[in-house]
């Protein structure tokens, strides 16, 4: 197992994510205190190294700004410098470009790749943007109403999605539209309340091809490739994962 000490997370609103009244000096240093070979002197040493390493410009004199002093795109590099200044076995992503615009979005996921693969860490990112999805992960697991509904490859959830709402959701996707339109297309419905949930199908109230099954049972899980399984009454009984 992995244990907290060899995990890192970026949240999804850098504004929020570092303390307002305290340099990044003090935090990239505090963030390191599970390391008691290093001086405070190597400490600081290495932060900037690692600020010089997401982009983060002069980083020798702006080390000791405030968080406010950087924009939202530069805090974004800066919460990346401080979650991997621990070295994690496993780095959290949650929706890390939401709050940034097209442009940086686009930058932060390719310096997260680069970064992954310079230091060795599994990344696992949390996201409803797909085309970040698609650039970033390897593996996908797809999530409706918390529970996942299908796993897979990128190539397998991309070119071959198996449960409904996976289809539904590239469907929505403003890149697949080939027709001029007015509305973008959505998945009629609203997500269901989590509390009282009955055995059938969480997704049944949405779908188009739900029938009396996906009422009365939850659905197992179904394998369709080596790596690739989905939980739909849809698909045949021959592909079921055994318990």
Known sequence: GIRGDRLSM???DPMTSLNPVRS????????????RL???????????AMLQR???????????????????????????????????????ADEPTTALDATLEVQIIRLLKDLQEEIGCAVLFVSHHLGAVA?????????????VVEQGTVRDIFHNPAHPYTRALLECDP???????????????????????DGGCIFRQRCPSAFDRCRQEKPVEYRIGPEHSARCHLLSEEQKVSA
């Open 10 to 12: 970026i949240f999804q």
């Open 24 to 35: 990044i000096e003090s935090q990239m240093i505090d963030i390191q205190h599970h390391d």
């Open 135 to 147: 650039e970033l992960c390897d593996r996908v697991a797809v999530m409706y109403a918390g529970e």
């Open 175 to 197: 890149g697949r539209i080939r027709k001029r339109t007015r509305t973008l297309p959505t998945i009629p419905g609203d997500v269901p309340s989590l509390l009282g949930v």
């Open 54 to 92: 997401v982009g983060i410009p002069d980083p020798d004199s702006r080390i000791g700004d405030y968080p406010h002093q950087f924009s939202g795109g530069m805090r974004q590099r800066i919460c990346i410098a401080m979650a991997l200044l621990v070295e994690p076995a496993l780095l959290i």
């Open 38 to 48: 290093r001086s405070r002197r190597e400490k600081r040493a290495r932060a900037i």
